[in-house]
């Protein structure tokens, strides 16, 4: 079975600091995505790695795929109020119709 | 871009009642649908893959005879938590990927979820 390991799982932080969220696991993964989801509603999708070592940037968000394609990492450079929520991250296999295994998440709380 | 309904959004029901959510995708079609749950705070535990026109397939520790689902059409799959107790309150959603675009890396597209509450 495949499992991810996602830490830490709660943050919380002040407007302006940076933070790193990490995804972990001893399986390797064909894409790994990072969901960030409010209170009540559904995951939205961030961003999705697929090729060992990727990198990719969304805003004050960076996003890298390890080499191994085993685990990823999320920093947010200068944390906002509005980046509150919680964070997933899932990975995917290249089989059609699976479904994707998630992180046990990070809730992160920025005050201002 | 791709959107996934899911109805309804808020649902209160006594203890022993049954409940139906509805999950749609509007813009794209779905031979498979997954369905999880989540507790406060907590992440996404998927319950049962859902396939158009074939039973469930359940992960282990789901009551497939409990939370029953039907994939009649490659738009649409209900959930039914049948004889529901408080303890099935939680948050239920939906996802869907794009029947045209299935590759590995295609992303889920969720539901906005389902806030079950059983008194």
């Known amino acids: 079975t495949q499992l991810l390991e996602q830490s830490p799982q709660f943050l919380s932080i002040q407007e302006g600091e940076n933070l790193t969220v990490y995804c972990n696991s001893s399986?390797?993964?064909?894409?790994l995505q990072w969901y960030r989801q409010e209170p009540g509603e559904g995951p939205v999708l961030l961003v999705t790695v697929v090729t060992g070592g990727e990198v990719k940037k969304l805003k004050r968000l960076t996003f890298q795929f390890g080499d191994a394609r085993k685990d990823s990492s999320l920093h947010i450079t200068a944390a906002q109020p509005g980046d509150t929520g919680l964070y997933l991250c899932a990975g995917g296999s290249n089989q059609a119709g699976t479904a994707l295994i998630f992180g046990k998440g990070t809730t992160l709380s920025v005050s201002s | 871009g791709a959107v996934v309904s899911q109805h309804p959004s808020r649902v209160i029901c006594k203890s022993g009642t049954s409940v139906k959510i509805e999950c749609r995708s509007l813009?794209?079609?779905?031979?498979?649908m997954f369905w999880y749950r989540q507790f406060p705070k907590q992440s996404l535990m998927l319950m049962a893959t859902s396939n158009e026109g074939s039973k469930a397939t359940y992960e282990q520790g789901v009551e497939k005879d409990k939370f029953l689902i039907n994939h009649a059409s490659l738009t649409l799959s209900t959930l039914t938590v049948t004889s529901a107790h408080p303890e099935d309150s939680s948050f239920y959603i939906c996802?869907?990927?794009?029947?045209?675009?299935?590759?590995?890396?295609?992303?889920?597209?969720f539901g906005n979820g389902t806030r079950l509450t059983v008194t």
């Open positions: 813009d794209f079609q779905a031979t498979t």
């Open positions: 996802s869907a990927r794009d029947f045209g675009r299935v590759t590995y890396n295609s992303p889920l597209h």
């Open positions: 399986s390797v993964f064909s894409s």
